[in-house]
């Protein structure tokens, strides 16, 4: 038994899981008011919604994330660190970091927690980081400390949280065992309701998505029926009711889904009114984009960046990039990087080493503010011409690693004159 397993025992209190009993009712996967069932699998039918996780995962998959010593003022990478590999190039043999980042992204945003364990050496040191299924891990916790301990099962069936498994768990799978929270790579999204495990952006969302669902559908089946309503057959007093019942199947069986627009034959005096599509006084348009709004405030972006481009210019473009790393993606890369720091640093490490991400990728759209910020970075004497080359995919120069201010230079030696020649006074 543990010893902080005695200690509750002493007082009286035990550890808890973190499962379905936990959350609020209405968190769980029932009906929403719109009448369907939110789910990872039907979330991403909806296209906002996919590419609000695509944009982020994609981002935060994409962006370079490394392993740094501190040097001085300044930090380089810490090359010959044991983890540095698995942090910046191959999280295992046949995962690359990159795609292990978008994966847990992924898992956190469809299920509200990503994990991934890293598995060590005998002594200690870090080899690999493997996934681990979503639906396979348990979160439990200490109620006297809040420290997590994560328990996996890798039982067949629980490999999603959904009705279908994306994969089959093998025979010859580990028994299910127990984590502690220096082994386990925890991502989880902003939003969290006890504060260890996470929210995922369609659970809170989830009246939003369902009403997308809905107004998605009701758009197929209309225009599957020739983007026209029901109309209305009038007949002429003293038809009978069976006739008029074989008129209205024969009427559907010729004109209804792909036979709109062909000829009507009508007998006994029959008439067609067509009923107008009164898709503006439903504001069905206006409910389909106010959709998109609702799902872009789950994720925290802007619609622009999920393709409603109905309010973006040429002039706002970069500013919308720039608000998307500092208030979109943000939040999630520095929860990125307290996780990998807390699992593959050892606490004494922490003070000379770090694990950050290099954004500047995403600020590198504007040709002219690039040359800009380089200009002045070289002007102030903070960046080398190499570094400038560098930040441009250039290779270096041999005298491009001074500081010297190239604007102001001439080129000429510094210092004093050089005394005259007596004899020529």
Do not use: C
């Not at 609702?294 to 309010?311: H, Q, T």
Request: charged residues 20%; aromatic residues 8%; glycine residues 8%.
């Amino acid at each position: 038994m543990r010893i902080t397993d005695r200690i509750l025992d002493a007082m009286g209190l035990q550890t808890k899981a973190l499962d379905a009993s936990t959350w609020p009712a209405d968190l769980l996967a029932a009906p929403t008011l719109a009448g369907v069932s939110v789910t990872p699998e039907t979330a991403l039918s909806v296209p906002a919604v996919a590419n609000a996780v695509a944009l982020i995962s994609g981002a935060v998959g994409a962006l370079p994330l490394a392993l740094y010593r501190t040097e001085g003022q300044g930090k380089v990478e810490a090359v010959d660190h044991p983890a540095f590999d698995v942090v910046t190039d191959q999280a295992n043999d046949w995962t690359s970091s990159s795609a292990l980042r978008t994966q847990l992204a992924i898992d956190a945003m469809l299920h509200g927690d990503g994990f991934a364990l890293a598995n060590r050496l005998p002594n200690g040191e870090i080899f690999e980081l493997i996934r681990l299924m979503p639906g396979s891990v348990t979160v439990l916790y200490n109620p006297a400390t809040g420290e997590p301990v994560y328990h996996w099962n890798p039982a067949p069936g629980a490999s999603t949280l959904g009705n279908t498994a994306q994969a089959t768990i093998a025979a010859s799978a580990e028994p299910a065992r127990e984590f502690t929270y220096s082994d386990v790579i925890h991502i989880t999204p902003p939003l969290s309701v006890n504060g260890i495990t996470g929210l995922s952006p369609i659970q809170h969302a989830r009246e939003a998505i369902g009403l997308a669902l809905v107004l998605e559908q009701y758009a197929a089946r209309l225009f599957g029926n020739g983007a026209r309503p029901s109309g209305v057959l009038t007949a002429p007093p003293g038809v009978r009711a069976d006739a008029i019942d074989r008129m209205k199947i024969s009427w559907q069986a010729s004109h209804g889904a792909g036979n709109s627009g062909r000829t009507a034959v009508l007998e006994s005096g029959v008439k067609f009114e067509q009923l107008a599509l009164a898709s503006t006084d439903a504001q069905f348009l206006e409910m389909r984009q106010f959709a998109i709004v609702e799902i872009a405030r789950a994720f925290g972006v802007s619609p622009v960046m999920i393709g409603d481009a109905s309010r973006a210019t040429w002039s706002n473009a970069e500013q919308y990039n720039r608000q998307f790393l500092t208030y979109s993606l943000a939040p999630w890369l520095r929860g990125f990087e307290a996780a990998y720091r807390r699992v593959t640093l050892a606490p004494e490490e922490r003070r000379s080493y770090s694990i950050a991400f290099d954004t500047s990728d995403l600020l590198r759209g504007d040709s002219a503010a690039r040359g800009e910020f380089i200009a002045k970075m070289r002007a102030s004497g903070v960046m080398t011409a190499n570094e400038a080359r560098a930040f441009e995919d250039l290779p270096a120069h041999a005298e491009g690693d001074s500081l010297i201010n190239p604007f102001t230079q001439s080129g000429k030696p510094t210092g004093s004159a050089a005394p005259q020649d007596k004899a020529a006074q």
